[in-house]
């Protein structure tokens, strides 16, 4: 069974980039997965599919009113050109650097040299769609139209546009053939608050206090991993964690989980953080406790 | 085991010191960041905008003290991501949409459009080849008309049809819709192929080579049809009006995705996505302005066409818009508008 255990013990596919600065600081870039984005793309259709249905009903009304179809046709083509190529272009070329779609589930187009983003890198990314999304389609709407006159033909033709169409999943930054050739990937802006400090919030009252064998337990990753539990607030996580660490250090059951679980976050914290200072990071509670 | 301890009331981890002392700036910059997300620059006083890069640096100085020094991971999840918010509204945003406009149309236009002067030689030699080819063709055998032209694009223009019929097509008024409604549908419908050659010339070029000799072909097979009834330059008029346009904008259309697909496949010292996003961002702006010169086309060919009658007014407008474009792309102009003069759109 080896080959299996080699299996899990492969990282993660990280979609963190290291990014840094002009002032020399890495801002590990989260890159958008492909799920995220293809939703994006998504809602970005519906709404272009929503105001094109409304604007033709606009525009229908009053072209109606005036008699005047001439105009109706007229608006009507180019309103569907601009939607159809303008959408993305425009909206990703203002300040904001993401089209509503991308904006609602928190993404960015961004250079990937991380200068700036210029109309030429927009209108490049941009302009590659057609031959990503609408050529597919095409030749599915050619599939559907024909039956199978030319079906051979149109399914190969599929195929290689499917290439297109699933190229950022064959790569690692998750980049289309637009983003490919212009330079840039889409980002996550996340805009999270910033969490209460766990330890002050323990530190103004009576704290339990451990013996050090029972903090030597573990290291940063289990740390954090149990800041996690703490923030979240599942009741169900935190009984289970709780009887864990209780019954690893060999602690009686007090019955307040949040209120252990707490202090030893704190006390674990301080320890770990002290032992840091002085240069023994101890990563996880595979590494070892002992001084060097 | 469990006692509890009394305690004074010094923090006792760096992150608890640290929040306390910054924690004020980094409110701050999270407030302008979050004005300037939802509304824009311009909606911070002058006050706010000169404390921006300030603040942002601290907090830069904030993200590595605390990925140093402390151990809380929400401390340091919230610095990253309002670092990079930060980061990309001081250095990561687009010019004002009316400064970029004027930019464009005063120098990256022409200048996107003079760095594919190769690529555009080419692809007018291409077009040439495929406008003799085309001529060759139909006039050893009429026959290839029908394969070259569907018949939908024919409309009744083919061997068979009487000198009179084809003379109709060419100075006959439209019959049903607008002239107006024509245009529009001719830039909608050019633009949309035009994006499409640039496109496929991701794919080392090929597909546009074969669009635009087809491109060159049909126009070969047309006229030799309309020169075997003696009314060649009547439709070379016909076309040339807006053709003078609109075959100079397919021809840099597929320059620019020429040039694509040639960095893709001979990216020379750079590296392959390297010269692929130098050549796709300066190709993409001469598609701009592709998509510019068709809607001029569309217009010529959809009213100026059928509202003008003459031979030697849509001879005279057509090259007139053809040294137009010429003079704009090709003549010399004064370099160097700012220190941004030569920046990576030229290459």
Same mark, same amino acid.
């Given at each position: ?6 299996? $899990? ?18 801002? !590990? ?9 293809? =939703? ?37 083509? *180019? ?10 272009? +425009? ?8 089209? %509503? ?5 928190? +993404? ?35 599939? $559907? ?55 002050? $919030? ?33 009741? @169900? ?8 660490? !209780?019954?690893?250090?060999?602690? %009686? ?8 679980? =707490? ?27 002992? !001084?060097? | ?14 992150? =608890? ?5 910054? @924690? ?19 909606? +911070? ?5 000169? /404390?921006? %890069? ?10 590595? *003290? ?24 001081? #250095? ?19 200048? =996107? ?15 040439? $080849? ?14 290839? #008309?029908?394969?070259?032209? %569907? ?65 060159? &072909? ?6 030799? &049809? ?22 100079? /904008? ?21 590296? !392959?996505? @390297? ?21 001029? /086309? ?50």
């Amino acid at each position: 069974m080896r080959w299996r255990r080699k299996h $899990a013990r492969k990282a993660p596919v990280s979609l963190r980039r290291s990014f840094v600065t002009p002032e020399g600081v890495d801002l !590990r870039l989260e890159l958008a997965s492909a799920g995220t984005r293809a =939703s994006a793309f998504i809602l970005d259709i519906l709404i272009l599919f929503i105001s094109l249905i409304l604007t033709t009903i606009a525009i229908g009304l009053l072209g109606i009113a005036r008699a005047n179809g001439e105009i109706f046709m007229i608006l009507w083509l *180019v309103g569907a050109f601009m939607l159809r190529n303008g959408w993305f272009i +425009l909206f990703e070329m203002g300040g904001r650097g993401a089209t %509503p779609g991308k904006r609602l589930l928190g +993404l960015r187009v961004v250079a990937r040299d991380g200068g700036r983003l210029t109309g030429g890198a927009v209108i490049a990314r941009n302009a590659l769609r057609e031959i990503e999304i609408f050529l597919p389609l095409s030749f599915l709407g050619m599939q $559907a139209a024909d039956g199978a006159a030319d079906g051979f033909l149109a399914l190969f033709a599929l195929c290689w546009t499917g290439i297109f169409l699933f190229f950022p999943l064959f790569n690692r930054d998750r980049l289309r053939v637009g983003d490919l050739l212009a330079g840039t990937w889409v980002v996550n802006m996340g805009r999270a608050k910033l969490g209460a400090d766990l330890v002050a $919030a323990r530190a103004e009252q009576p704290r339990r206090t451990f013996t050090d064998a029972a903090l030597d337990l573990y290291g940063i990753y289990e740390l954090q991993t149990l800041e996690n539990v703490l923030r979240s607030g599942q009741d @169900e996580a935190i009984v289970t964690v709780a009887a864990t660490i !209780r019954r690893k250090a060999g602690l %009686p059951d007090d019955g307040d989980d949040y209120g252990f679980l =707490s202090d030893y976050y704190a006390a674990l914290c301080v320890r770990l953080e002290r032992a840091m200072l002085v240069g023994r990071r101890r990563e996880d509670k595979h590494a070892s406790a002992a !001084r060097r | 085991m469990s006692a509890f301890v009394e305690t004074a009331a010094a923090p006792l981890v760096n992150a =608890s010191r640290f929040r306390a002392a910054h @924690e004020a700036d980094w409110e701050r910059l999270d407030q302008l960041l979050t004005r300037i997300e939802k509304r824009s620059v311009r909606a +911070l006083s002058e006050d706010d905008i000169l /404390a921006l %890069p300030l603040l942002y640096r601290s907090a830069l100085s904030s993200l590595s *003290v605390a990925r140093e020094t402390s151990l809380d991971r929400a401390l340091a999840t919230y610095l990253e991501q309002l670092c990079t918010r930060a980061y990309f509204q001081l #250095y990561g945003v687009p010019d004002t949409a009316w400064r970029q406009i004027g930019r464009f149309l005063a120098r990256d236009w022409p200048r =996107s459009v003079q760095a594919l002067w190769r690529e555009t030689l080419a692809c007018l030699l291409l077009t040439i $080849a495929g406008v003799i080819a085309g001529w060759w063709l139909v006039s050893t055998d009429p026959g290839w #008309y029908y394969s070259i032209i %569907p018949d939908a694009m024919a409309g009744g223009r083919d061997p068979s049809a009487s000198a009179e019929t084809l003379r109709a097509t060419i100075y006959g008024v439209q019959e049903g819709g607008g002239l107006a409604t024509f245009a529009a549908y001719l830039f909608t419908h050019n633009s949309q192929v035009a994006i499409f050659a640039f496109a496929l010339g991701f794919a080392f070029t090929v597909p546009t080579v074969l669009l635009l000799l087809y491109n060159g &072909l049909t126009l070969g097979a047309m006229l030799c &049809l309309f020169a075997q009834k003696g009314l060649g330059l009547n439709f070379l008029g016909w076309l040339t009006i807006h053709g003078s346009t609109e075959m100079f /904008a397919i021809i840099l259309a597929g320059a620019a995705g020429m040039k694509i697909g040639t960095a893709v496949a001979f990216p020379g010292r750079d590296a !392959r996505t @390297e010269a692929a996003v130098i050549a796709g961002r300066g190709a993409a702006v001469a598609m701009a302005g592709v998509v510019l010169m068709l809607l001029v /086309a569309g217009l010529l060919e959809g009213i100026g066409r059928q509202t003008v009658q003459s031979d030697a007014m849509r001879y005279g407008i057509g090259l007139a818009a053809l040294v137009g474009w010429l003079a704009y792309y090709y003549l010399p102009r004064r370099q160097g508008i700012g220190p941004e003069g030569d920046d990576a759109l030229a290459a």
